[in-house]
């Protein structure tokens, strides 16, 4: 039976350089309903980064005590960095209501959805393989061979894409955003959702 929860959650991938976190972070600062689902990582803090914000950075022992002790609802390694998302976090949050986004890798994304069938799950593509190539390089974060392996993560990132429920191609990052609010919006608008939130309107319609 598929637990029907007040809250939506939203499970975003993309292959890195793609605009995930830039659309995301949009997407929370024009929709005062949504939240970010904070993951735990290995790797460590880039630039302004902070714990408990863009993650919580753990040391390899503390997320290996935490898969001992079924602590994710999903977990995976990433360009050689574990990254995991706290299954009792996920669970309180839309239990009790709110919008939950999360920001993961297309592993992560499909066992969120085998444990959470209601999530939907969005996956941002780049235009092209050129201009995500720039736009690595453009972030200056990595060298030449880093970028190299981006890429070739990326294009088997891509070949997943079938998994996902709704696919956004960030080619201009407005429309990419409208598309982002659209699918967020939708999924408000539900049977479902619409009777929950708006119970005294189905009750003076005598809808049961």
Do not use: C
């Not at 088997?156 to 191609?169: L, P």
């Amino acid at each position: 039976m598929t637990m029907d929860y007040p809250g939506n959650l939203y499970v975003v991938a993309a292959p890195s350089g793609t605009g995930k976190s830039s659309l995301v972070k949009a997407l929370l600062e024009v929709d005062s309903r949504m939240e970010l689902s904070v993951s735990h990582t290995t790797r460590a803090p880039r630039g302004q980064e902070m714990h408990g914000r863009e993650y919580y950075f753990v040391s390899d022992e503390e997320f290996d005590r935490m898969i001992a002790a079924d602590a994710f609802v999903e977990w995976a390694q990433v360009h050689g960095n574990r990254y995991g998302t706290s299954r009792k976090a996920i669970e309180d949050k839309i239990a009790a209501g709110a919008d939950i986004v999360l920001e993961i890798d297309y592993q992560g994304a499909i066992q969120i959805k085998r444990q959470f069938p209601n999530a939907v799950l969005i996956f941002i593509l780049p235009p092209s393989w050129e201009e995500l190539r720039a736009r690595l390089q453009r972030r200056a974060e990595d060298s030449d061979e880093v970028i190299e392996l981006r890429l070739r993560n990326a294009a088997e990132e891509v070949a997943h894409v079938d998994h996902f429920d709704f696919v956004i191609i960030n080619e201009l990052f407005e429309r990419a955003l409208f598309d982002l609010k659209a699918i967020a919006h939708a999924q408000r608008l539900k049977v479902a959702a619409q009777r929950r939130a708006r119970a005294d309107t189905f009750r003076a319609l005598n809808i049961g």
